[in-house]
């Protein structure tokens, strides 16, 4: 299936720099994450995830260890967006999300930047572009996208997500986004709180992916398999049963159902904070990942991707060893 991209479709309308417009009007008391802090970003104002007016990107790197229905044969073209509107004490990419001065001066980029790198992603041959923790610019990514788009730029975008977005921001990226890929982290709030400071997490990404799913629905592939539209969801299955992944699989099978794309993952390691934290200091058992399976494969999931439990990555890449 040849089908064209969401953000190409709202510009031969015309309608795509209006809606460009309406994001960044959120900046002027931000909303975009679930936190609503209400900053005026665009007069240099900073909240809780401290971004500014202009994106700060740490990488952009073509990556092969996403799920294989979106890496195609070379890989997703990534823009890594520095910090994060979540401080997750496990953070395996708490460089990138929660990282210091100087290092963040070294990041300060802009739309016409990241629309070049986009541009040279899609002529090295990636079948797809994502935004690794895109909430807190969204904005300035999809002017970027829009930059690009006028250039040529077709490749379905990916919208790679913690979930703790405003429905203000996903309402605005109605037929924008092409691919999301959202984690779901917590069922419960508590320890949404103390492990991630985000107590009203759980409800946030359960309505931020009913929202995401009524956008794009089930996940739909071209001709070689690869993503061009859809939801996939990313669930990092954490010891002592703290992300609650059963009764997140069942709120999924209920409500979006049971052919939802899932991406179970069991590469949990004490990274960062966690070896100070005793219920979180050591990896994923084997057995904690079985029963999450065992739940996946009793609601009826058919559609994703299971890890190697025995398989211990020492970064954050995602190694996706087997389909169901
Ligand atoms: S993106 Fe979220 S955390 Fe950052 S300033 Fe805006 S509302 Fe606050």
Redesign the pocket.
């Known amino acids: 299936m040849i089908r064209k991209p969401g953000y190409l479709k709202l510009l031969e309308k015309g309608e795509l720099a209006e809606r460009i417009r309406d994001l960044k009007k959120l ?1 002027e008391a ?10 005026n ?1 665009l007069a240099g104002e ?6 500014g007016k202009l994106p700060e990107a740490a990488s952009f790197c073509v990556h092969r260890g996403e799920e294989p229905v979106l890496t195609g044969n070379l890989g997703v073209g990534n823009v890594f967006l520095g ?1 994060c ?1 979540m401080k997750c004490v496990f953070c395996q990419n708490h460089s990138i999300s929660q990282p210091e001065e100087p290092i963040l001066s070294d990041w300060s980029s802009s739309a016409a930047k990241i629309a070049e790198e986009l541009l040279q992603f899609q002529k090295q041959g990636c079948p797809t572009a994502g935004f690794v923790s895109p ?2 610019y969204a904005p300035q990514i999809f002017e970027a996208i829009a930059l690009a788009a006028e250039r040529g730029f077709r490749l379905p975008v990916i919208y790679n997500t913690n979930g703790y977005d ?1 429905m203000e921001l996903l309402t605005l990226l109605d037929g924008m986004v092409d691919i999301y890929l959202p984690d779901f982290k917590y069922w419960n709030s508590s320890y949404a709180n103390i492990y991630s400071d985000a107590q009203d997490y759980p409800e946030t990404a359960m309505e931020s992916i009913r929202e995401m799913y009524r956008q794009v629905g089930a996940l739909q592939t071209d001709t070689a398999g690869t993503a061009v539209r859809g939801l996939i969801i990313r669930l990092l299955v954490l010891p002592d049963g703290i992300s609650g992944t059963g009764e997140v699989l069942r709120f999924i099978a209920d409500e979006l159902g049971n052919d939802t794309f899932i991406s179970l993952m069991s590469q949990y390691y004490p990274a960062f904070n966690a070896r100070s934290v005793p219920e979180l200091a050591r990896k994923l058992r084997p057995e904690e990942y079985a029963e999450a399976v065992r739940v996946l494969e009793e609601l009826g999931f058919e559609n994703g991707w299971v890890q190697d439990p025995l398989t211990s990555p020492d970064s954050y890449l995602p190694r996706i060893d087997f389909t169901l």
């Not at 931000?30 to 900053?39: A, D, I, K, N, Y």
């Not at 900073?46 to 971004?51: I, K, V, W």
Request: aromatic share 4%; hydrophobic share 15%; with cysteine.
């Open positions: 900046l931000c909303r975009l994450g679930g936190r609503r802090c209400g900053v970003r900073r909240g809780y995830c401290g971004a910090r509107n909430t807190h405003s």
